[in-house]
């Protein structure tokens, strides 16, 4: 087993004694077997162990709690290249009609002016960039390339935040007052921007890709988006005082810090990148219930609320895992994209 792997699981231990001496979230005792198991498994034996899933895989459905995921979903992704097609493109989808004058698309809001959401901006400049690099027509380009401008003039010239201009109440914390800033809207931000510079070589767009990294970098007492997941830098899709650890937003942050990294050779980006995999490393086990993924983990910090998951928010952290699974040979992120497709494929 790889040394980074046995100090993760080893740090994992002492975790599980400051969380439950605080009074927080205590690990179930199937998920203490597993990480027992690893911590004493050598690689190959991790290897067996990753086979004998497959096997036992009806019988640990059947001994699980029921989650509804509708229809089979297909969450295979290709290889991932960082230049190319973003990880959940999965077809080409014609552009929309929402969009002002200058193509950026925005939300309509009953009652209210129309608000642009960087995130939202994001994810379609990364899908029309995925429809050019399937298809190869410069219309899907040119509409990728209006979010990209949109992007860049939103971003704050000090701070490098995009602001995100409406209010959002999460429960049991204090609300998110516009403009409020996402790891996840930065992230995606890196991934658009950042291929953008490796497609066009204009440096316009790596320099807006390093501003909208510097959030990554600031703690969310200071105005960034980095809370701590003990003593841990956590990537906050959700900056609020009380943490919420929310795991989509955390691998949002972590694939696009990768992609400028690769895209365009930045060392902070490479620092950041690897920081991110040793909390994940650390983090994944907390978010385990039985197979299925919780959705954040605000639970553990005393709150009234209740273990979340969200079928939809599942299968996307199925597809992010694999990415990151690609990108880094470690048995910790094998083993819970197995534990976790089981439940999203069903029986094989």
């Keep these: 087993m790889k040394k980074a792997t046995a100090v993760a699981l080893l740090s994992l231990a002492a975790v599980n004694v400051a969380a439950i001496g605080a009074g927080g979230y205590v690990l179930n005792s199937k998920m203490n077997r597993q990480h027992e198991a690893l911590m004493e498994t050598n690689a190959d034996e991790v290897a067996l162990l990753q086979k004998r899933l497959s096997v036992v895989a009806t019988q640990k459905i059947a001994a699980m709690p029921f989650y509804d995921f509708g229809e089979r979903v297909n969450v295979d992704i290709t290889k991932y290249d ?28 009953r009652g209210s002016a129309n608000r642009y959401d960087p995130i939202q901006i994001c994810q379609y400049g990364l899908e029309q960039f995925s429809n050019y690099v399937e298809t190869g027509d410069a219309k899907f380009l040119a509409e990728a390339r209006h979010q990209a401008d949109y992007i860049i003039s939103a971003i704050d010239q000090a701070t490098g935040l995009l602001p995100i201009p409406f209010d959002y109440q999460l429960p049991d914390v204090e ?4 403009p409020w800033a996402s790891a996840t809207a930065q992230a995606q931000a890196l991934s658009l921007l950042s291929r953008f510079y490796k497609e066009t070589g204009e440096t316009v767009f790596l320099d807006a890709a390093k501003l909208a990294m510097k959030p990554l970098t600031v703690k969310v007492a200071s105005g960034g988006v980095v809370g701590e997941f003990f003593e841990q830098p956590f990537f906050e899709e959700y900056p609020t005082k009380i943490p919420s650890h929310a795991l989509n937003g955390m691998m949002y942050a972590i694939i696009g810090l990768y992609d400028l990294w690769q895209n365009a050779a930045d060392n902070s980006a490479q620092e950041l990148y690897q920081q991110g995999i040793q909390t994940l490393l650390m983090a994944l086990p907390y978010y385990d219930a039985n197979g299925v993924s919780f959705f954040w983990l605000i639970h553990i910090y005393g709150t009234s609320l209740p273990n979340y998951y969200d079928p939809a928010s599942h299968v996307m952290h199925v597809k992010q895992l694999q990415v990151i699974a690609q990108l880094e040979s470690d048995p910790v992120f094998d083993y819970y994209l197995d534990q976790w497709t089981i439940y999203v494929n069903g029986e094989e």
């Design 82 to 109: 960082p230049a190319g097609k973003y990880f959940d493109w999965s077809a080409v989808v014609e552009m929309v009609t929402d969009v002002d004058q200058d193509g950026v698309i925005f939300t309509a809001q």
């Design 175 to 178: 609300p998110l007052k516009a």
